[in-house]
């Protein structure tokens, strides 16, 4: 169903993996692609299901230089989290994340639902 020229969003929640960058990696949205200030980069292309997305947990802290961010947000400027389609089981990516060369840290997000009556 097609509502205001938007897609209807699927009612199931979207399972996440969330994953700590090593130090000095970036994501870069618009180029699917990480990066370093040593010109290293990794794109994950194919190891992640079509429509996944990869994003900051904090997207506005990836904007800004680390010189001007405290150490607390240094570090959750390094949070991303990577949004699976509906469907699909997190466990399943976890390794092949773990093994990225720009990622630290990694653990499967918390699952939203609705309080059991």
Known sequence: ???????????????????????RWRYETKRR???????????????????????????????LRPADLSAAERRVRRVIQ???PSGFEPAEYLETIAGWPSVADVHIGPMPALPRL
Do not use: C, D, H, N
């Open 1 to 23: 169903m097609v509502m205001s020229g938007r897609k209807r969003s699927s009612p199931l929640p979207r399972p996440t993996i969330v994953a700590t960058l090593k130090p």
């Open 82 to 84: 990577i949004v699976l």
């Open 33 to 63: 692609a990480f990066f370093t200030g040593a010109g290293k980069s990794f794109a994950p292309r194919g190891q992640l299901p079509r429509a996944s997305r990869i994003e900051y947990l904090v997207p506005r802290l990836a904007g």
